[in-house]
């Protein structure tokens, strides 16, 4: 990978921090979408009833997950993916990967200039090829507006593709007053409660997401946020209905996934 020069990579700095300020400005902290959540009860009866409903109103039934995974042998080698499940089951019913040589360094902060154009041009061909599954909803592994300039990877890239997104973190950005043994405090003081979720509220009183440890036997929290077009509330109750292990299904085969294809890729390579 090309290593830019100290004063380029300032000039991209500068740039990046303009485009994030512009992006910004048409981010949508709240529901903004025609579809609404159904049940995902076993009852037959409720089932029949559902699908009469999906047939008088839209319902979020097509969920997509979207991740990057780079390789440990060969760091210049990275391999995106879209992944959609069907809400009701969770099973994934489309998949595309790209791997690509990325040409954009990691900045801290900058993290959507680097993954987002991958992502974009795998919804984009979906999109250009009228699957039937594009997404209604999509899940980042990145975060949202937890993030210290407010604005991660989920918000960049719901913008850009005008999806609502929900930004997911297995790590904690330390701002506002957030810290990570505070949150794993506040999680422990609940560990009785069903809901399984707290509020992120820094010292400004500004609310920056949730955090949760999605199941019983997971030792680390993830951390929820919004992305575009989608409340906090209506983020964390999606995260409930597809979480069966430590991070919701969307996500979670999205990392196994391309990981998979990834060493797969390697190995045809290395044989060529």
């Not at 999605?214 to 995260?239: M, N, Q, Y």
Request: with cysteine; charged share 25%; net charge neutral.
């Amino acid at each position: 990978m090309e290593k830019l020069s100290p004063s380029s990579s300032s000039v991209d700095h500068k740039a990046w921090t303009e485009a994030q300020d512009l992006l910004k400005q048409k981010l949508i902290a709240e529901d903004d979408f025609s579809w609404r959540l159904g049940s995902k009860s076993n009852s037959k009866s409720m089932e029949r009833e559902e699908e009469k409903e999906e047939e008088r109103e839209e319902v979020l039934k097509y969920v997509g997950g979207v991740d990057i995974s780079y390789s440990k042998e060969n760091p210049s080698l990275a391999c995106g993916i879209l992944v959609v499940l069907e809400l009701k089951t969770l099973q994934v019913v489309y998949q595309n990967f790209c791997v690509v040589t990325p040409n954009v360094p990691y900045v801290p902060g900058f993290l959507a200039f680097r993954e987002a154009p991958v992502l974009l041009e795998l919804l984009e061909k979906m999109k250009n090829n009228n699957s039937p599954f594009y997404p209604q909803l999509l899940m980042v592994d990145g975060n949202g507006i937890l993030h210290p300039r407010g604005f991660g990877l989920a918000c960049h890239l719901g913008i850009l593709a005008n999806l609502p997104t929900i930004g997911i973190g297995k790590n904690l950005h330390h701002v506002d007053g957030l810290t990570l043994s505070g949150v794993k405090q506040l999680l422990e003081a609940q560990e009785d409660s069903a809901e399984g979720f707290i509020t992120l509220k820094g010292f400004s009183g500004r609310i920056w997401g949730a955090a949760a440890r999605s199941t019983g036997g997971s030792l680390k929290p993830i951390f929820i946020s919004t992305g575009h077009r989608i409340s906090l509330d209506t983020a964390t109750r999606i995260v409930k209905m597809t979480c069966k292990f430590r991070v919701p299904e969307p996500i979670r085969q999205a990392d196994i996934r391309s990981r998979d294809y990834l060493r797969k890729h390697q190995t045809r390579t290395s044989k060529d």
